[in-house]
């Protein structure tokens, strides 16, 4: 009876682990986009980098959609990444940038509404996308995502591919 009990409570105790190393223990967030060499699609065009917070010469493009280019930056501190946003005119002020820290990596990093009123997420490469993919999410890249609206919304410019752990992911990563 005591060796039930033992193995019991030793099960128990594993069981329980598991569930707050699941659920509720913090997993670091990381965007390893911005680890990868530098190319000329990474380049926003006709921004200078000293107007905002975001370190746009080392940005990395992520995905065009519609009437927008969406780059990941680093942030102005270690631990900080932005999500830019660039309208594909020539204006160099046609843009906007979004900051947050890395934090948790089940978390959204940046929620923006785009110009035509459509949600953009920023995630970390530990997000799950299955279920906002199921509410009619739309993966654009590996780290990020949009909210289309309705029938009215345009497919992603460039093609989308089904990568192994990601859902859907565009680009050339």
């Known amino acids: 009876m ?12 594993a069981v329980l682990g598991l569930l707050y190393v699941r659920f509720v ?8 986009v911005l680890e990868r060499q530098l190319t000329k699609q990474d380049a926003v065009p006709a921004i200078r980098d000293e107007d905002g917070e ?3 010469g080392e940005s990395r493009f992520l ?4 009437s927008m280019s969406y780059y990941a930056a680093p942030g ?5 990444v932005c999500l830019v946003g660039k309208y594909q005119y020539d204006d160099e002020y046609d843009y ?11 978390d959204v990093l940046v929620e923006v509404p785009d110009p035509d009123n459509r949600t953009i997420i920023l995630v970390p490469d530990q997000f799950d996308h299955v279920p906002l ?6 993966t654009l890249h590996r780290n990020l995502l949009v909210h289309p609206l309705g029938d009215t919304a345009l497919e992603p ?4 591919i089904r990568s192994a752990g990601y859902g859907l992911a565009g680009g050339s990563e």
């Not at 223990?25 to 390893?32: C, I, K, L, W």
């Not at 906007?96 to 089940?106: M, S, T």
């Not at 993919?133 to 739309?138: A, F, Q």
Request: hydrophobic residues 45%; charged residues 15%.
């Open 76 to 80: 102005p501190l270690p631990g900080v």
């Open 96 to 106: 906007w940038e979004a900051c947050n820290g890395l934090g948790d990596g089940r």
């Open 157 to 160: 410019a460039g093609p989308l």
């Open 63 to 66: 995905a065009a959609y519609e």
């Open 2 to 13: 005591i060796t039930l009990a033992a193995v019991v409570g030793v099960g128990t105790c």
């Open 25 to 32: 223990m913090a997993v670091p967030g990381t965007v390893e």
């Open 133 to 138: 993919e199921r509410d009619g999410w739309v």
């Open 54 to 56: 975001a370190k746009l």
